[in-house]
């Protein structure tokens, strides 16, 4: 990876936390009980949508920061294994929470993926109907 890449993914990178940085002062402005990195994504998304920022801007360091992904869950793992008597005596429902909520995410971003291409195919059907 040369310096001008590596330059581009850690600009894209801070202004990914610069999202995360304002979702936590709205968090704390407005006592949401909502995490501030999910605020931010929505601000994020917000700025995608309005066409205020471009997918270009940020796809590098969101791709950089997928790729580390593995690293964000290390301190989850560590917490099992301190916690080793917990999930021995309660797993079985750590296990249906888990495998609820996997179901729950695979079915509304299925939904969602469903609902957004009927909506670009008739958009596009329109956008036709119009040229003739």
Known sequence: MNIKN???TFIQLLSLLGFWFVGGLIQKALHLPISAGILGMFLLLFCLFFKILRIEHVEVGANAALRELVLFFLPIIVAVVQYKSLFINEG???????????????LSTSLTI???????????????????
């Open 6 to 8: 590596l330059m581009i």
């Open 92 to 106: 079985w429902q750590l296990a249906i929470c888990i495998i609820a909520g996997t179901a729950l995410v695979m």
């Open 114 to 132: 469903h609902f957004i291409y009927r909506f670009k195919d008739r958009k596009n059907n329109k956008a036709l109907e119009a040229i003739k």
